[in-house]
């Protein structure tokens, strides 16, 4: 059997580190170019307060993934499959379909949206979480 150097990473960016120690998770995985973000959601990192309304705590949790996958060596851009969870899927998807398609303009992810009864708070309206591979959005 041949020997493969893979190595697996685990991103935690300096403000997520409480969490990775409290809750034993990294914020995202990174074997080879392959990165797998958790869920982020739309809470102020400052406050850790959640935003007030789906497109404000959407445009927190894209935050997040850009701030995840940056610090994986991505970018939002490489982005290849994207999974959200909403508490009130029916009524809040087009708001969260425009903030997604402002953060995602073009060579639009793989995107699977499923409604949910709750999420970690129960302020929290939506949670998204991401594969990318990095370097696959350059163009």
Known sequence: MASHDTKRQSINPPPTRAMYDQLHFSQATRVDDLIWVSGQVGVDATTMQPAD???????????????VLEAAG???????????????LRGDIEEFARVKDAYLPDRYPSWTAVGVTQLARPELLVEIRAIAVAGSGDT
């Open 74 to 88: 991505a970018s939002l851009a490489d982005i290849v499959e994207l999974t959200t969870f909403h508490t009130d």
């Open 53 to 67: 309304g789906m497109g404000a705590q959407a445009r927190l949790a894209f935050g997040g993934v850009q701030t």
